[in-house]
DNA sequence: ATGGATGCAAATGATTTGCATGAAG
DNA sequence: CTTCATGCAAATCATTTGCATCCAT
């Protein structure tokens, strides 16, 4: 995935992505149904990972339920669309797989303030593992630390 | 597995290790005990991050109480003793924490194998963050792929 | 002696499952 | 109209907590 991380303010997705959201559901015989567009447009607009409560406290309305929210990003997981990242909390979180390879992310141990980090020194070392013989790489880094306002204070 | 019950040199603690661990300890009032002993014994002689599970399954005598293993663990951690680490499946996993900045891991994930992975690549990171203003940083990196003899099959 | 550690039982809280109803293709 | 998705209630499972007892210092 090449796309270019852009997105409108609203949330909304531009049809490119549209499509090949809709393309991937169809290809598994899924539904396109409102929680599920409502899920991806959430996932879409923020730039950082998020907590099933924190996506379920996005949902407009509120009418859907938090077991529909659980069901919505295992199955995300499972076709591919969103990863799961650890913060070493008690939460789960999930982001859309195709930042995976363009930042990773900082979180202050005191605020929990997420900032992202730019990097592409770790291709070395799928090289690397490459000549070892694995396929499929992927890979998940966070760094934890002190931020400079928690520092000052 | 093997649990030779006192003799064993893969368990036992170097006299240095032992010494450190006790001043730990003592420099928080805490109490030296057979079931730290243990699991600080497992711990030491396994260079893979081990589940709360398979720490209570290698206790010997299987006296002490599941509860016990998740207490001592949470206070390793505390301790600045073990590293929480997530391979993205159900169970935590733990590791003695001097290992972190020496390697991580590759994990399959067909087979689930664990092996490690040697880099220093990360330093240029952190030296990034640390003029950002960030201090006492640690990250978590983690690998996955599917593996030679499981792509071989 | 005494404060911390353990074991057991029970509680908690996130996540999952069963089933009847509702909506998408 | 057929299949898959949702909501609700109830179940599950890892992890935590309360409390009486036990043990290291």
Known sequence: MNKPAVKNNNGNFDPVDAAEFRSILNSHSLKITKPRIEIMKILRSNHKPLTISE????????KTDLVTVYRTLNLFEELGIVSQIDFKDEFKRYELIYDRHHHHHVVCRKCKKVENVETCLLDGIEKILIKTGYTEITHSLEFFGICSSCNNK
């Open 55 to 62: 996506i379920s406290g996005r949902l407009k309305g509120k």
